[in-house]
């Protein structure tokens, strides 16, 4: 298995608060993105990373900011946390050679109420 | 844009039967990937192909098979006899071929529950 560990994997937090979600990797791998799932959307992109201090917006990047500033670290966090922010997070790498296979972590599953 | 269309939102079989789940794709790129991923009731994401645009010959592992077909934009997964353990959330998706990295565009899913 894939050397990624998000952390936590489970939180509950209220509205308005800041909330920071952990992706770690072991496998050296350039690309770190960040996804939520939500029912009837399956998985869309938050943010996703090219190298350290890289970073670009996905698809629904609004409220979310990102940071990376070690290879195996890709920080996702909410400013402040809204209830339409309640979602499986998950993070995933994906390798430098061109078009591996992108390898996902366990989900952190975060309540806001 | 890119987009994934599974139209099977919910699936119900019998233990033993054949099932096929259907994934149409859409993209303006002439290279690109094809994924099919597996969550089980655990939650985890499990990989099951990965496959170019190139590359258009069908694929069986086991009692998975695969078909690709460009003519119709459309990436379907067949389970052969199919079993409990197959119980799951299916996802396809699609990734640019641009840059090696691999964002993923993601169908809505399609959940398979296998009666025994």
């Known amino acids: 298995d894939a050397g990624i560990t998000q952390s936590p994997r489970h939180k509950v937090t209220e509205t308005g608060t800041p909330v920071t979600l952990r992706c770690h990797q072991t496998?050296?791998?350039?690309?770190m993105y960040w996804y939520r799932q939500d029912p009837g959307h399956g998985l869309r992109l938050i943010h996703y990373s090219y190298g350290v201090k890289d970073t670009d917006k996905g698809e629904v990047s609004d409220g979310y900011s990102v940071s990376r500033s070690k290879t195996e670290d890709f920080l996702l966090t909410l400013e402040s946390a809204t209830s339409s922010q309640t979602s499986v997070y998950f993070c995933a790498i994906s390798g430098s050679q061109a078009y591996t296979e992108a390898f996902f972590g366990q989900g952190t599953r975060l309540t806001v109420v | 844009a890119q987009k994934v269309t599974q139209a099977q939102t919910e699936i119900s079989v019998v233990e033993k039967e054949d099932v096929t789940l259907d994934c149409v794709y859409e993209t303006r790129d002439t290279t690109y990937y094809l994924f099919w991923y597996k969550q089980p009731p655990s939650g985890e994401l499990v990989f099951l192909i990965r496959r170019n645009s190139f590359d258009e010959q069908n694929e069986i592992s086991g009692r998975y098979s695969w078909n690709f077909q460009k003519s119709t934009s459309s990436f379907n997964f067949t389970i052969t006899a199919s079993q409990v353990v197959d119980s799951a959330v299916y996802f396809c998706a699609l990734s640019e071929a641009r840059g090696g990295s691999e964002k993923l565009v993601f169908g809505k899913g399609t959940k398979l529950t296998v009666n025994p």
């Open positions: 496998e050296n791998h350039r690309y």
